[in-house]
């Protein structure tokens, strides 16, 4: 039985079966396995759906808009570019419709679910911008929290007391998701109001004043977060289909 040809090295034919035992020796096989199912899935759901249908207009505006901003305008620079990047004007032209429906399809199959999914993922997605100080003892803490009421620099008691690197800035840390922190500690944050003092609070063995300078609560407003909660929702959905397949490997 002829074995069949997978591509060629230097026109030495490497067969499937071999390119399968290359993958497998690099640990690369279930990967490039579940590259396949993610595809398969993808394709069957967008072939048996006819609501992610796309304005054929649409794909060729975005092939006009590309080819102007990447100054390929003239046809023959065009067709160089398609073959220096492995591909023909068709193939192209296809990319981006699926591209299109692909996108579609994260939407339709995404929205209903999406603000339940944002109020359970909530917490981890409010952020915080603190200041702390960081000491061994609740004495030196106690000591510390004083000063400041009685109008010493927070900032300058950081850089000499505080035994965290941050102390360097100030002892700024920047944005903190809520649901990362101790729950003590989030809740005196919520509990507090911007430019307010919380603690001393034991943390790690550790004591901490905190400042707090700004709440940066989410919101689906934010494009980048929901694009990137529909992905979340995406991938799960995905999985679980992928999960359902019956899968057999055949090299012969």
Do not use: C
């Amino acid at each position: 039985m002829e074995t069949l040809s997978f591509l060629s090295i230097d026109d030495q034919p490497i067969s499937i079966e071999q390119t399968v035992k290359y993958l497998q020796s690099s640990g690369k096989l279930g990967q490039f396995i579940s590259d396949v199912l993610r595809q398969y899935v993808i394709e069957q759901e967008i072939q048996g759906r006819d609501d992610v249908d796309i304005n054929p207009a649409l794909t060729e505006q975005t092939v006009i808009d590309f080819r102007l901003k990447n100054q390929l305008a003239d046809p023959q620079a065009f067709q160089e570019w398609l073959a220096r990047n492995g591909t023909d004007y068709q193939r192209f032209h296809a990319s981006i419709t699926s591209s299109f429906k692909l996108e579609k399809l994260k939407n339709l199959l995404t929205q209903a679910k999406l603000p339940e999914y944002f109020i359970e993922q909530k917490i981890f997605l409010d952020r915080v911008v603190l200041s702390r100080i960081v000491v061994d003892s609740r004495e030196l803490a106690e000591e510390l929290q004083l000063q400041i009421a009685e109008g010493g620099s927070f900032e300058q008691l950081a850089k000499e007391y505080s035994v965290l690197d941050d102390r360097l800035v100030n002892g700024m840390m920047g944005p903190i998701s809520r649901g990362t922190m101790p729950d003590k500690l989030r809740a005196a944050i919520d509990a507090a109001n911007p430019g307010e003092l919380v603690g001393p609070i034991e943390i790690d063995g550790r004591y901490g004043l905190f400042r707090v300078e700004q709440f940066l609560p989410a919101s689906l407003d934010d494009i980048q977060l929901k694009q990137a909660l529909q992905n979340e929702l995406f991938e799960k959905w995905l999985a679980e289909k992928i999960q359902k397949l019956t899968v057999k490997l055949q090299v012969s």
